[in-house]
């Protein structure tokens, strides 16, 4: 059932001379996903003919490889069921978090009312298996509410260490805080959600499964088509010669 979208907000200021441009870490809480690692930032612009200071707000990317083996950024979130309206939620955030650096307080913590519809029920998934990995089944994209898609995710499987039962796990990106520890930058805390993203994600690479080993027959079908093809091709020429 869809409902209008309430944001709401962590924000906590930062002095650091080792990142003099970092003003603040912030979080958001959005339907039933948690969103951390926001930054904000003060850069210089040229506004008006005067260089002045503005703050943005830079939401967490995950660092990959593209096809040509070069280092590349994308958004682990990427807000709105299309392009328009995740630049109008991306700036409706961008702005409540920028907000929230006005009080005096070094964390505040600000909620607003949105026009965006979320259905925090729905979960979707598009996983794809990773057969050269021995720890990771799948990995892809979750889809939530109608208004977020979050990647990458790993499929996993995992082992209860007292009975020993195999159950599937699902991971989100993860970070390392200064004491070694890892925490997820995006998860889902609403009861029941992670379960799902496991059942849908499930789904998804169960169906991408069956049909890598369908075009796989058929790859293999027409390969062993197009040899036969050449053996009877190849008999038909010896035969020929064997004629003149």
């Known amino acids: 059932m869809k409902e209008k979208l309430k944001l709401e907000a962590q924000v906590t200021k930062v002095e650091s001379e080792k990142a003099p441009d970092l003003k603040a870490l912030a979080s958001i809480q959005l339907g039933g996903f948690r969103i951390n690692n926001i930054r904000v930032v003060e850069r210089e612009t040229l506004k008006h003919g005067d260089i002045r200071p503005i703050k943005k707000v830079l939401f967490p990317l995950h660092k990959g490889v593209n096809a040509d083996g070069e280092t590349e950024y994308k958004d682990i ?127 998804s690479l169960k169906k991408n499964q069956e049909q890598l080993n369908e075009d796989s027959k058929d790859e293999k079908e027409e390969k062993s088509t197009k040899k036969n093809s050449n053996k009877k091709k190849k008999q038909k020429e010896e035969q020929e010669d064997a004629e003149l």
């Open 77 to 203: 979130v990427t807000f709105g069921k299309d392009e328009e309206q995740g630049k109008k939620l991306r700036n409706v955030i961008s702005n409540m978090i920028i907000k929230g650096l006005e009080g005096e307080e070094r964390t505040t913590k600000i909620s607003k009312e949105t026009d965006f519809e979320i259905d925090k029920d729905f979960v979707s998934a598009y996983i794809n298996p990773t057969p050269n990995s021995e720890k990771i089944l799948g990995a892809g994209t979750v889809y939530y509410g109608g208004l977020i898609s979050i990647k990458p995710v790993y499929l996993k499987e995992a082992i209860n260490s007292t009975t020993n039962e195999k159950f599937n796990v699902i991971n989100f990106e993860t970070r390392v805080n200064k004491d070694n520890e890892y925490s997820e930058v995006v998860y889902p805390n609403q009861e029941g959600l992670r379960k799902k993203c496991v059942e849908e994600s499930m789904k």
